[in-house]
């Protein structure tokens, strides 16, 4: 979508790589768990190390210092002038 945020990996060999997105794979996998005990209301099974609970608070604080709704083509083009 128009303005998305895209990011670009790369490494220096085949095997960081494929470490790295095994641990993409298991973060994004434990993040659905906990999506689905929240969901269930069994968040008394979750259980999360100082640190993280920290990160997270930062997170959810830039989240909602983001604009609520997406910038539209429409809008952009509107705002180009004309050549």
Known sequence: NL???EYEVSFESENT???FAAA???QAAA???EQVRKDLGHTHL???R???RYAEN???KKLNDQPESLVKTED???NMPDP
């Open 3 to 5: 303005g998305d945020t």
């Open 17 to 19: 790589a494929r470490q």
């Open 24 to 26: 993409v794979r298991e």
């Open 31 to 33: 993040a659905r768990a």
């Open 46 to 48: 979750i259980t999360k």
């Open 50 to 52: 100082s640190s993280l």
């Open 58 to 60: 930062i997170a959810l």
């Open 76 to 78: 952009i083009m509107q």
